[in-house]
């Protein structure tokens, strides 16, 4: 692996940082950056903006062109491998080959099938010289792809389980009261949340409850998440606010071979998709609605609960991070709901340990965020 120097460091981190722009915009592509550097000058810089137009190489080339530079002999850093496969666009690779680049330092690789180190190879055979970062920065990119990465090489989407809890670890009281528990600052980065995600996600249980709309509803939000509920029996009443408002937003209603056909052509024709979900209990139906939503193009998913179906997520192994607001209350009593339920382990040697584990103050909450594995 060469050695990269400061300088390679600080393009890639700024190409890293451009990346992040495209957060919540280009599903179900990867976010990446991209700037081209000749002696140290910055000849232009670009991002992928949405899905379905120009990739952050052709962006960058192009900002480097509309300032009259020329970008041949020079180092383009990006922070994903260039792709090299026919899409919505052309491959990269032909730009970068066609500007004149004489260098690419690439910050992480792109496990997709198409690409996998394919793209690399193409620009090395044309003699552009590459270089593929380690350590820190190769982590700190692969980190913003997650639900990428995740659903290139499993085909599920990336799960995001967020949920308020008091400080003795309720979600509600005995009655099933919930609302509310975080503080309205931490509500809002909820939403902010919601608008970074293919998806949001409940089970029937919040669906009757709360009749949520599911939707982000904070100022400049560009995205609004497809919603899904898993309704077993297809319990969802079409007067929801779920339904009525199905197709846009979409919806789709995960329920099992024990839903009656008349409810789910129902909801069928109200708007909502329905996905059949299969397998001999709970965890291994949680695994095959993962399998549908990520063929159908979902590629991250937040998970809002409820406790069972939660439960459920853990015990399949599907919780790829944990995002907790811990509230300065105390309820107390048996019958009150804890944020997880399910089977969970039988000892504590069996238990997911977390990989990183970091808190913030959000008003009067605390906000507890780990990560339960790395794609």
Not at 86 to 107: E, F, N
Not at 112 to 139: P, Q
């Amino acid at each position: 692996m060469p050695t990269l120097t400061a300088a390679d460091h600080d393009h890639l981190a700024r190409s890293i940082e451009l990346a992040e722009f495209g957060l919540g915009r280009v599903h179900p592509n990867p976010m990446v950056g991209a700037l081209i550097v000749r002696d140290e000058k910055v000849l232009g810089e670009g991002w992928h903006e949405e899905c379905g137009g120009p990739h952050a190489e052709v962006n960058a080339i192009a900002d480097a062109a509309a300032s009259g530079a020329d970008p041949a002999g020079a180092t383009l850093y990006v922070s994903m491998e260039p792709c090299c496969h026919h899409g919505k666009t052309p491959p990269c690779t032909d730009a970068v080959i066609a500007a004149g680049i004489a260098r690419v330092v690439v910050a992480s690789d792109d496990p997709s099938s198409k690409a996998a180190g394919r793209g690399l190879g193409i620009l090395r055979d044309e003699g552009i010289a590459v270089d593929v970062a380690d350590g820190d920065l190769a982590a700190r990119a692969r980190l913003i792809n997650q639900a990428f990465r995740k659903h290139a090489r499993s085909g599920r989407p990336w799960i995001l389980f967020k949920s308020a809890m008091t400080l003795d670890g309720k979600v509600a009281t005995r009655t099933g009261d919930s609302q509310w528990i975080s503080d309205e600052s931490s509500r809002a980065r909820a939403h902010r949340w919601r608008a970074s995600v293919d998806a949001v996600a409940v089970g029937i249980g919040t669906a009757l409850a709360d009749d949520p709309q599911l939707t982000s509803r904070v100022d400049g939000v560009h995205h609004q998440p497809h919603r899904v509920v898993f309704d077993a029996t297809a319990r969802l009443p079409l007067d929801s606010k779920l339904v009525t408002a199905a197709p846009e937003p979409a919806l789709t209603v995960v329920v099992s071979r024990a839903a009656r056909r008349s409810a789910v052509e129902a909801l069928e024709l109200a708007g909502a998709d329905v996905a059949v979900a299969t397998g001999e209990n709970e965890p291994a139906r949680v695994r095959s609605a993962l399998d549908q939503l990520g063929a159908r193009g979902i590629t991250s998913i937040l998970l809002e609960g409820g406790p069972h179906l939660a439960g459920a997520f853990l015990d399949a192994g599907e919780i790829d991070e944990v995002r907790l607001f811990l509230a300065p209350l105390l309820l107390g009593g048996r019958a009150a709901r804890d944020p997880l339920e399910g089977e969970g382990v039988e000892r504590i040697s069996e238990a997911l340990r977390a990989l990183t584990l970091d808190c913030e103050r959000v008003a009067d909450d605390l906000l507890i965020s780990a990560r339960l594995r790395e794609w």
